[in-house]
């Protein structure tokens, strides 16, 4: 399957164009807060800008009362997808995938009115983004932590596999809380400076805000002159700790052989790793792709321009892995310098070129979940 | 399309127990429903306090699955757990919620999310197969029937755990299936969504 | 001293769930972590909590639990040169 329209929308810009560029020219979305709104201590985060947001979903025909800020933002990552790709939301063959961690969870803080809100409910949520479009089917909504963006694309492509439906419209979205920040917060998570992941002096993650959207088409590769397929995508559980990361990276190596297993790590491009920046996190995926025997390719992360966008990371960071492989580029890994010594991994923190057609794309999460996408690039002489 | 078989259903709510549509006999004691189910069944798993109401009626369900099984903890990656959701993490998310107000709890909040439960049955067992969470508004047996199937579809799984977890902070309830690819003797072949309409029916 | 080690043992069993375990069954000098209560990081950092909330110690930076935590009587006696309430 092919994804023939896709969108970010983040605090670098609300297009993927505008994201992509960002990213290419070194830009970060992220900003010191000094007093972001009920927490105590200052943060780096990266957040949408809600002007602008409320004002384009206005412009798109939205009525921003309507909706939650967070439903805003995943309809207009949708509106703006859906322009490109050029079909028809309604129709009875297009399923939508929703991937969110926490949706509406700012709702609770609303008081005691807001315990019975089925706003909160995660189903609620998408079946008002479905509707919004008039599409009938119930979506698919997966709740996988952090991997969740990744699962989605999953969910979508054996969706499409299994025929009753041709194309998927995936969308993530999370949007910044005290509800979130609070508990990253209360897990010592959070870096008091923007993220350095890979780097040997990282200390810790950034949340980000982020709406993206990919919609994808069923076809055969030999039908499509051109693009991106994802062609694998694998689940596996380190079956070791309910937070902390596997110290031997078992189910992120599991993952990265489920999805390799037909596969030559000869066409790798490049990894584009999970990267939070915690030491765990990082120490984590870097046993696992050594386990894996993959340290020596190059390896990115895209956390230091978007900080962790929670259920949205698996999509929006999938999307630019898509672009860069499709442009042969390899893109920096921002606030990365240096690494561990003990164990060395190519990780990349200038612009790479590259030849090679195919790329992963990792994701862990709480719940010793981890999730590996294979995207392999089509080129004109496949039959 | 491989056929599959459901070998056990078991089904922990807060106040019964059943294997097979057969209540488990538990004696009321002044603990609570979920412990004394715990305690009759013998388990030795301390980090069962730890659980939110959510993970303990899952992880019971799985214990009633697993009953009996020599080979259980044997690690594996050929099963998976995959769970379905109406209200997810929504109690959990309440008393984190509450916590904010003093001191937000590091525990409380990791329980906000609604996979831990697939994580406590993976952790348990040395599952290293894939862990799902689909949040849906009600128990849709299509769908659900659907997904198994999927999930069976994409990779050399031999057996998994699948089935609806629910728990709004009153009540609460597990119901999961023991499915795999080979038959067993008194396995039920799960054929279409009608199977999941009955066998939940049936508790 | 006694009895904030007893106090304190009461107040971790509570505040991690340690349903079976009795302020008996914790050695006051035995490490909290590791073997025995089989306690993990989630667990490090309610005990962070525990500081602050009932003692009024603000850990600044969570490495410092590493050594705070190491027996009852070694968080027992950082508790009484250092509590604010």
């Given amino acids: 399957m092919i994804p023939i329209g896709d969108n970010i929308l983040s605090s670098l810009g609300f297009s993927t164009a505008e994201n992509y560029r960002a990213v290419q020219s070194g830009r970060t979305g992220l900003c010191f807060y000094e007093a972001y709104p009920g927490i105590s201590e200052p943060i780096v985060a990266s957040c949408i800008d809600r002007t602008r947001l409320d004002d384009c979903f206005s412009a798109a025909g939205g009525n921003p009362l309507e909706y939650t800020p967070l439903e805003r933002a995943a309809l207009l990552s949708v509106t703006f997808a859906a322009e490109q790709a050029g079909i028809d939301l309604a129709a009875p063959e297009v399923l939508f995938v929703f991937s969110s961690t926490k949706g509406n969870i700012h709702l609770l803080e609303e008081g005691a009115e807001a315990r019975s809100d089925s706003r909160l409910y995660l189903w609620h949520t998408a079946g008002r983004i479905a509707r919004y479009f008039r599409n009938a089917n119930e979506p698919v909504v997966v709740s996988n932590a952090c991997i969740s963006g990744a699962c989605a694309q999953i969910a979508a492509m054996r969706e499409l596999a299994a025929g009753r439906f041709t194309c998927a419209v995936v969308v993530g979205v999370d949007l910044l809380s005290r509800f979130i920040l609070s508990g990253f917060l209360s897990l010592k998570a959070l870096s008091p400076a923007p993220c350095r992941p890979f780097d040997s002096e990282r200390n810790g993650l950034n949340l980000g805000e982020a709406a993206s959207t990919i919609i994808y088409r069923k076809v055969r590769e030999e039908d499509s002159p051109q693009g991106v397929s994802l062609v694998e995508g694998a689940i596996r559980n380190d079956a070791n700790h309910i937070s902390g990361p596997s110290r031997t990276g078992e189910g992120c190596f599991r993952a990265l052989q489920a999805v390799l297993k037909d596969h030559s790590p000869d066409d790798l491009a490049f990894i584009c790793a999970h990267a939070t920046a915690t030491a765990y996190n990082d120490r984590m995926e870097t046993i696992a792709l050594t386990r894996a025997g993959l340290h020596q390719k190059p390896v990115n992360g895209l956390k230091g321009y978007f900080g962790h966008t929670l259920g949205a990371a698996g999509i929006l960071e999938s999307i630019l892995t898509i672009r860069a492989l499709q442009d042969g580029v390899i893109l920096p890994t921002f606030g990365f310098t240096r690494g561990d010594t003990d164990y060395p991994l190519a990780v990349t923190n200038r612009m790479g070129y590259t030849q090679k057609t195919c790329a992963l794309k990792m994701l862990s999460g709480f719940g010793g979940c981890n999730a590996a996408l294979l995207f392999r690039k089509i080129t004109r002489h496949a039959s | ?203 | 001293m006694d009895e904030l080690i007893l106090k304190l043992k009461r107040e971790i069993i509570d505040v991690l769930n340690l349903e079976e375990v009795s302020p008996e069954d914790i050695a006051t000098d035995a490490p909290l972590f590791g073997e025995g209560l089989g306690l993990d990081s989630i667990d490090a950092l309610e005990l962070i909590v525990l500081m602050e909330k009932n003692y009024g110690i603000k850990l600044k930076d969570p490495t410092q639990g590493r050594d705070l935590f190491k027996s009852i009587r070694v968080m027992a006696e950082y508790i009484r040169e250092n509590r604010t309430k």
């Avoid at chain 2, 059943?18 to 798993?45: K, Q």
Wanted: aromatic share 12%.
């Fill in chain 2, 1 to 203: 399309m491989r056929p599959l078989y459901v070998r056990r259903t078991a089904c922990v709510t807060t106040r019964a127990a059943r294997v097979n549509g057969e209540e488990i006999p538990v004696v009321a004691t002044s603990d609570p429903f979920l412990t004394a189910l715990y305690r009759r069944l013998g388990i030795d798993y301390p980090r069962f306090f730890k659980m939110d109401g959510l993970s303990k009626l899952g992880f019971l369900a799985s214990e009633l699955l697993f009953w009996g099984d020599a080979s259980r903890f044997l690690p594996r990656e050929d099963c998976a757990v995959i769970c379905f959701s109406r209200t997810s993490s929504l109690d959990t998310d309440r008393r984190y919620q509450a916590s904010m107000r003093d001191y937000p709890s590091p525990s409380l909040f990791v329980y906000t999310l609604p996979n831990i439960v697939t994580a406590e049955i993976a952790i348990r067992n040395k599952l290293y197969g894939e862990t799902s969470v689909y949040i849906c508004e009600t128990y849709n047996p299509h769908q659900i029937f659907r997904t198994i199937r999927n999930t069976f579809a994409h990779q050399p799984l031999r057996s998994a755990l699948a089935g609806w977890t629910e728990y709004d902070g009153d009540t609460g309830e597990a119901f999961l299936m023991q499915i795999e690819t080979q038959a067993a003797s008194a396995s039920e072949p799960l054929l279409s969504a009608g199977f999941l309409t009955t066998a939940k029916h049936n508790l």
